[in-house]
């Protein structure tokens, strides 16, 4: 099985991001039967304390570590919070971070989008989470950049935006995704 985790920087309902991904997630399990998409969510993590940091950690950190320990790729959509990504994001990826050299994250393909209402589609939020993405190990996918401006304005249903040209920037994605994915040379792409 394929297994492609999401993460949605946003907790709130209606979020463009979470939207994001979803669309994103709906496109990937058309390649194929055995391909599940899960959607991490951040809301079940508590503040990291490297107190509470032992052996592996709180339950819900554990089922994190071992959801993106088991993943062939992982695809995140975030706001910009300030010009960075919001807490519960950077939190999550602190969890999965440790232990250092040796995490869930260390290898794993990730790609990076961001969305907002506003017209540079939380831009800004990229940059530092890239940073914070490599410093962890994770393995940047190489994609055409993707931060979508005007997001709340798109048409949506609850599969996801719906716009073609949309659709067309977020396929453009999940392809390099599928590319980049653990194992991808043994598989066959089906659309
Ligand atoms: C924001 N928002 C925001 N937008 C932006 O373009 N640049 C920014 O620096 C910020 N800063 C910011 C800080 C905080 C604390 C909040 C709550 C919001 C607005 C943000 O883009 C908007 O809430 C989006 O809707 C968030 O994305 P979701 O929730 O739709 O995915």
Redesign the pocket.
Known sequence: MTRIVLM?????R???????VATIGRLLARRGAQVRTPLLDLRTLPYYDQDLDAADGPAPVARARRLLGSADALVI????????A?GVLKNALDWLSRPWGDSALTGLPTALMS????P???A??QPGLRVNLERSGAVLIDHRPLALGD??ALPRTDQGFTDPSVLALLEELADAVWAARRGAADAEVIR
């Open positions: 949605s920087g946003s907790l709130r209606g979020s463009v991001n979470s939207t994001a959509s975030t706001p910009s919070y300030n010009g960075g919001p969305a907002s209402p506003g540079r589609g939380a800004d939020a997001a709340e």
